[in-house]
């Protein structure tokens, strides 16, 4: 047995070479392989008859050649075995090889396999599968290439489906995050504007049935139209109290930004209640007594009724006034200019509706007092029409607030520059176009407007959070595109994560100052 030891230039041990019974071996980190080089035959260094090695040399030269062809030829189909990455290299790792030719371990237990050095030095060397092995057993497991390039499709669509789910999931997650649970807007019924609506509807109530006793009493045009107008608000106010109850309910998948209109939706109906009922009733009793008067009897238990309904509909209509007027302060705007927005609608029906009922009471009254007076029936059939006018004006308004509201209109202009100002003075923001704030009722905003931001802020803003000098080295150390390309993508992502928080930043800010804005929508230009 014969031994060589080889060194460089440097001196340094490159190899030891054993030869034995003519046979050439390569001794490298204790395992002895039958010896080739990649710069050529060894042997030739050495001594000229070892033939094994001339031998292996020519081999490996011809496989060289061979897998050189076989790359060209598949770089140049376009519908090849492998991806891009997968042509650039010669072996390929078990996971690799199922993810990319949907192969199972099982598949791959026959193949030729060796090991090669991990990328990472404190790992152990990895196994790998010849490339070449890989594509033939694929090729033999799906049958063709189309039967593999379908599945390969099928697989993407797959994925794309997958991450669509998982980019949905994230948004509902971040949706609930977002909105507490046990909020509703400006309270049920038994806050805020509901106690005003159930005070209303048992005083009405109430009312009805007292007025009603002294219509069927006396047979006044005057008290019929005033019983008409109780009964007419009572529904009206239990009509109110189903929009406060339905409108505190949370957002569903059907309803993704809540019930709130529905404040405006019963508003409108009870308008339109007021208008038809109260209203035309009214208006047409006082036309009947006009041209079929009747004699007129006693109004002496009238006045009492009427004097207590005068009582009870001031009283609600005093909490009517303190509940619009806190709401008027909470909003910032003066009362009327709340009145007429109608920001708080049911408790803007409750006012007019009680002070309409004040004033009929007070025309009522006053048009029994003198047909009594008068012993006759006209002036309490003109007090009818006039307390249906009242009605019908006041449903008027009603009806007009509440479809607006309802078709959808911009919150004060000087609030939305408020708005605006405070996302200019973000650092990540350049400017704010397009912008939008609906008023969607109960005191909810939808604020939406489109954001440029700043790219060179967001990532100095990721870059103050990274190592400069690891990621240098670690680019230093690339030796291939594939490298490259995993580096910028992990980057990129990560940068397109923290713009996704800065976005939730700015949205959360932007809710804590002003909490009227429920619905936040920013988009980036």
């Given at each position: 047995m014969?031994?060589?030891?080889?060194?460089?230039?440097?001196?340094?041990?490159?190899?030891?070479?054993?030869?034995?019974?003519?046979?050439?071996?390569?001794?490298?980190?204790?395992?002895?392989?039958?010896?080739?080089?990649?710069?050529?035959?060894?042997?030739n260094w050495i001594q000229p008859n070892c033939f094994h090695s001339q031998k292996l040399a020519l081999q490996k030269t011809e496989e060289k050649k061979t897998r050189l062809s076989m790359s060209t030829a598949n770089e140049g189909t376009a519908s090849g075995l492998s991806s891009k990455n997968g042509m650039e290299r010669n072996f390929i790792t078990p996971v690799r090889a199922m993810n990319d030719f949907f192969l199972k371990p099982s598949d791959l237990e026959l193949l030729r396999k060796t090991r090669r050095r991990s990328p990472y030095e404190s790992e152990p060397p990895i196994t790998v599968y010849w490339l070449k092995d890989v594509e033939a057993k694929a090729l033999e497991v799906w049958g063709s290439q189309e039967a593999l390039d379908r599945e390969r499709k099928k697989k993407t669509e797959e994925l794309k489906r997958y991450q669509q789910y998982i980019f949905s999931v994230k948004r509902v997650l971040k949706d609930m995050r977002k909105e507490p649970t046990n909020w509703s807007p400006q309270g049920g019924l038994m806050e805020g504007s509901g106690k005003v609506v159930l005070t209303a509807i048992v005083i009405n109530g109430c009312n009805f049935l007292f007025k009603l006793v002294a219509w069927l009493y006396t047979g006044s045009h005057s008290m019929?139209?005033?019983?008409?107008?109780?009964?007419?608000?009572?529904?009206?106010?239990?009509?109110?109290?189903?929009?406060?109850?339905?409108?505190?309910?949370?957002?569903?998948?059907?309803?993704?930004?809540?019930?709130?209109?529905?404040?405006?939706?019963?508003?409108?109906?009870?308008?339109?209640?007021?208008f038809c009922v109260g209203a035309g009733l009214s208006v047409y009793h006082g036309i009947t007594g006009i041209f079929n008067p009747d004699p007129i009897g006693s109004f002496y238990w009238a006045f009492f009724i009427l004097g207590g309904s005068l009582v009870s509909e001031s009283a609600t209509l005093l909490m009517a006034i303190n509940s619009l007027r806190k709401g008027a302060a909470n909003a910032d705007m003066p009362f009327w200019d709340y009145v007429k927005r109608g920001q708080d609608p049911s408790v803007n029906v409750v006012?007019?509706?009680?002070?309409?009922?004040?004033?009929?009471?007070?025309?009522?009254g006053s048009c029994m007092a003198v047909a009594s007076h008068l012993d006759s029936p006209l002036p309490d059939a003109v007090g009818s029409l006039l307390v249906g006018v009242v009605l019908g004006a006041v449903a008027s308004f009603i009806i007009y607030s509440n479809s607006a509201a309802l078709v959808g209109r911009s919150i004060p202009l000087s609030r939305i520059q408020q708005i605006n100002s405070e996302l200019e003075r973000d650092l990540m923001i350049r400017a704010v176009h397009d912008v939008k704030g609906i008023d969607m009722g109960s005191g909810l905003v939808r604020y939406k407007a489109e954001v440029d931001f700043d790219g060179r802020e967001l990532t100095r803003s990721y870059l103050?959070?990274?190592?400069?000098?690891?990621?240098?080295?670690?680019?230093?150390?690339?030796?291939?595109?594939?490298?490259?390309?995993?580096?910028?993508?992990?980057?990129?992502?990560?940068?397109?994560?923290?713009?996704?928080?800065?976005?939730?930043?700015?949205?959360?800010?932007?809710?804590?100052?002003?909490?009227?804005?429920?619905?936040?929508?920013?988009?980036?230009l």
């Amino acid at each position: 047995m014969s031994r060589w030891l080889f060194k460089s230039k440097s001196h340094r041990l490159v190899s030891v070479v054993v030869v034995e019974r003519g046979i050439c071996f390569h001794c490298l980190r204790g395992n002895f392989i039958p010896f080739f080089s990649n710069r050529g035959l060894l042997s030739n260094w050495i001594q000229p008859n070892c033939f094994h090695s001339q031998k292996l040399a020519l081999q490996k030269t011809e496989e060289k050649k061979t897998r050189l062809s076989m790359s060209t030829a598949n770089e140049g189909t376009a519908s090849g075995l492998s991806s891009k990455n997968g042509m650039e290299r010669n072996f390929i790792t078990p996971v690799r090889a199922m993810n990319d030719f949907f192969l199972k371990p099982s598949d791959l237990e026959l193949l030729r396999k060796t090991r090669r050095r991990s990328p990472y030095e404190s790992e152990p060397p990895i196994t790998v599968y010849w490339l070449k092995d890989v594509e033939a057993k694929a090729l033999e497991v799906w049958g063709s290439q189309e039967a593999l390039d379908r599945e390969r499709k099928k697989k993407t669509e797959e994925l794309k489906r997958y991450q669509q789910y998982i980019f949905s999931v994230k948004r509902v997650l971040k949706d609930m995050r977002k909105e507490p649970t046990n909020w509703s807007p400006q309270g049920g019924l038994m806050e805020g504007s509901g106690k005003v609506v159930l005070t209303a509807i048992v005083i009405n109530g109430c009312n009805f049935l007292f007025k009603l006793v002294a219509w069927l009493y006396t047979g006044s045009h005057s008290m019929f139209s005033e019983c008409l107008h109780s009964l007419a608000d009572t529904a009206n106010q239990l009509i109110l109290a189903y929009g406060i109850h339905k409108s505190s309910q949370q957002s569903n998948p059907d309803h993704p930004y809540g019930y709130s209109n529905m404040r405006y939706v019963a508003s409108l109906v009870s308008g339109v209640g007021i208008f038809c009922v109260g209203a035309g009733l009214s208006v047409y009793h006082g036309i009947t007594g006009i041209f079929n008067p009747d004699p007129i009897g006693s109004f002496y238990w009238a006045f009492f009724i009427l004097g207590g309904s005068l009582v009870s509909e001031s009283a609600t209509l005093l909490m009517a006034i303190n509940s619009l007027r806190k709401g008027a302060a909470n909003a910032d705007m003066p009362f009327w200019d709340y009145v007429k927005r109608g920001q708080d609608p049911s408790v803007n029906v409750v006012l007019l509706e009680d002070l309409a009922a004040v004033a009929g009471v007070v025309v009522a009254g006053s048009c029994m007092a003198v047909a009594s007076h008068l012993d006759s029936p006209l002036p309490d059939a003109v007090g009818s029409l006039l307390v249906g006018v009242v009605l019908g004006a006041v449903a008027s308004f009603i009806i007009y607030s509440n479809s607006a509201a309802l078709v959808g209109r911009s919150i004060p202009l000087s609030r939305i520059q408020q708005i605006n100002s405070e996302l200019e003075r973000d650092l990540m923001i350049r400017a704010v176009h397009d912008v939008k704030g609906i008023d969607m009722g109960s005191g909810l905003v939808r604020y939406k407007a489109e954001v440029d931001f700043d790219g060179r802020e967001l990532t100095r803003s990721y870059l103050d959070k990274q190592d400069l000098e690891m990621m240098l080295e670690e680019v230093r150390k690339m030796t291939s595109i594939n490298e490259m390309e995993a580096f910028l993508l992990k980057h990129g992502e990560n940068i397109v994560d923290l713009l996704g928080a800065e976005i939730d930043r700015i949205e959360n800010a932007l809710r804590k100052k002003h909490p009227e804005v429920r619905h936040c929508d920013l988009e980036l230009l």
